[in-house]
């Protein structure tokens, strides 16, 4: 039985135990409702006020037996309460040392500024990838929220430099900036980038001139959601299809097709190896359908003499088993 239930169990009987005595007494002495809950609570409660009425001798033989089984629960009660508050306490102690224990092991992690209704979007699309994830979130409504979504979180606010660096920031792979309002998320990206200058920093701007600033306050990328969704919804009435395939590909809990990007490692075996003598059609039944060089430049439907070169991006779509399996390959 769970600590919170036990305590209200042991509450409804001490209420039940206060109401069977006064019954008692008035059947017992024959006194109004009124003193006979005035003569068990005092008798309960061991204050001795005195009798209300004198008590017959049958009056004193039910008081000590009202002594003996309520005093003695009463106590009960007052030991369950105490130790409720104080497992209580200790459990959240232990919960968030253990929480500081675990932000304390990542390295190359994501910090997510904000867990509102993007912010936890975002973090459940994260997850559906071996990604280490912190949130830090300064409303502690929301702390329910992410304790349910099972995330690990620091609670304080981000203009302070000390919530971040608590976070991992030194050794983080990147900050999202997903706060309320724009000013927040410009002063937010200011420290991030003044504490960590090769950090990658992705921001939400609510507004379109508020992109500007963002990248000027040292932003790697700024996305407005807004401008994101309005594009999506005029694609979906103009490249329906498109727009269809992309969300079949894009979508984690698929199994028949996704769209995936590779690494390639410089120690994979296909290092350095021509497309056509890869075997990543023969043998994966996968389509490479664009390739991301090392200088940045995004090759499409790179032709069969393309090489694989080392540290180039391979965006391939396929079965799920099957891009897994070149992943194997190529970052090996």
């Given at each position: 039985m769970?600590?919170?239930?036990q305590?209200?169990i ?13 019954w008692?007494?008035?059947v017992?002495?024959g006194w ?9 609570v005092t008798?309960?409660?061991?204050v ?12 004193k033989?039910y008081s000590?037996v009202l002594?003996?089984v309520?005093?003695?629960y009463l106590?009960y ?5 105490v ?9 959240v ?8 224990k ?22 459940m699309?994260?997850?559906?990838k ?13 702390i329910p ?20 660096l ?14 309320g ?5 410009v ?5 991030a980038r003044?504490?960590n ?6 921001a939400?701007?609510?507004y ?7 990248l ?5 990328a700024?996305?407005?959601?807004y401008?994101?969704?309005a594009?999506?919804m005029?694609?979906?009435i ?14 984690y809990?698929?199994?028949?097709i ?6 390639i ?5 296909l ?23 090392v ?6 439907n ?5 090489r ?8 391939a779509?396929?079965q799920?088993?099957d891009l ?9």
């Amino acid at each position: 039985m769970s600590g919170a239930r036990q305590l209200i169990i042991s509450v409804l009987i001490t209420f039940v135990i206060i109401l069977c005595g006064s019954w008692g007494y008035m059947v017992i002495e024959g006194w109004d409702f009124l003193d006979s809950l005035f003569m068990t609570v005092t008798t309960l409660t061991t204050v001795g006020y005195g009798e209300v009425h004198e008590l017959g001798q049958s009056g004193k033989i039910y008081s000590i037996v009202l002594i003996f089984v309520g005093v003695g629960y009463l106590g009960y009660v007052g030991a369950t309460l105490v130790q409720y508050m104080i497992e209580g306490r200790i459990r959240v102690i232990l919960g968030r040392r253990r929480l500081d224990k675990k932000i304390d092991r990542l390295r190359n992690h994501y910090i997510v500024c904000g867990y509102g209704r993007i912010g936890r979007v975002l973090c459940m699309n994260l997850r559906q990838k071996p990604i280490d994830i912190v949130v830090i979130e300064k409303s502690p409504d929301l702390i329910p929220v992410m304790e349910e979504d099972k995330i690990l979180y620091l609670s304080g606010d981000t203009e302070e430099e000390g919530i971040l660096l608590k976070a991992g920031i030194m050794r983080a792979k990147g900050l999202i900036a997903v706060l309320g309002t724009d000013v927040d998320n410009v002063f937010l990206v200011l420290t991030a980038r003044q504490l960590n200058p090769k950090l990658f920093i992705m921001a939400r701007a609510i507004y379109k001139e508020s992109k500007s600033k963002l990248l000027a306050a040292g932003a790697t990328a700024v996305e407005s959601p807004y401008e994101v969704g309005a594009v999506s919804m005029a694609h979906r009435i103009i490249r329906p299809t498109v727009t269809s395939f992309l969300d079949l590909a894009l979508t984690y809990d698929r199994k028949d097709i996704q769209m995936e990007e590779i690494p390639i490692s410089p120690s994979s075996t296909l290092a350095n190896v021509m497309l056509k003598n890869s075997g990543i059609r023969q043998e994966y039944n996968l389509i490479i359908i664009a390739i991301k060089q090392v200088d940045g430049s995004m090759m499409f439907n790179p032709s069969f003499e393309t090489r694989l070169e080392p540290g180039a991006t391979v965006i391939a779509v396929g079965q799920e088993q099957d891009l897994l399996k070149l992943e194997k390959i190529l970052y090996s």
